[in-house]
């Protein structure tokens, strides 16, 4: 087995999607997380999403965060090609506000989980911050950053509300 030095794959079914999975590559880069950010398309790069997602693991990458919008089947193909986790984020589609995929990715048959997170930067961020949970389970000192970031995330809530 190859170890790379990403361990989380960023990938995404258009450049369009980069708006929104950006957050979750700035969300890593706070927490000194590598990553590898691809655009991988279930339906205009089925070959390339095959490739990627059967030697996800062999490549030595930890947590997949897999985002697309519309008739959203990337997160949820890329689930049933790897046993990695993946951790699928609805980008907002212009059509119907992401609802669709929302939808597109949270439906999973039993026996193939996607971990769902909220339609577009919530989601991209929280997709981040669970991966960060993950590999924090065997990484003491990225543990403790990301404590830390959440520490900080506390500290900038105001007790008051200012006009
Ligand atoms: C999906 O179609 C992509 O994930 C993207 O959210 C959406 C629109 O793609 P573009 O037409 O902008 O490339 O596959």
């Not at 519309?70 to 212009?94: C, D, I, Q, R």
């Amino acid at each position: 087995m190859v170890e790379r030095s990403a361990p989380v794959a960023i990938i995404m079914g258009s450049q369009s999607d980069w708006a929104t999975m950006r957050h979750a590559a700035d969300t890593l880069d706070a927490l000194g997380i590598d990553y590898e950010a691809l655009i991988v398309s279930a339906h205009r790069t089925p070959e390339r999403l095959y490739e990627f997602a059967r030697s996800a693991r062999d490549e030595g990458y930890k947590t997949i965060i897999a985002g697309a919008g519309g008739a959203a089947h990337l997160p949820g193909m890329t689930a049933a090609l790897t046993p990695l986790p993946v951790f699928g984020v609805p980008v907002e589609s212009k059509a119907l506000s992401g609802q669709d995929s929302l939808l597109s990715i949270v439906q999973m048959p039993a026996g193939i989980p996607v971990g769902t997170l909220a339609i577009g930067r919530a989601g991209a961020v929280n997709a981040a911050l669970l991966s960060a949970a993950v590999l924090a389970l065997h990484d003491e000192a990225l543990s403790e950053r990301l404590d830390m970031w959440r520490a900080a995330q506390t500290a900038q809530v105001a007790e008051h509300p200012v006009d």
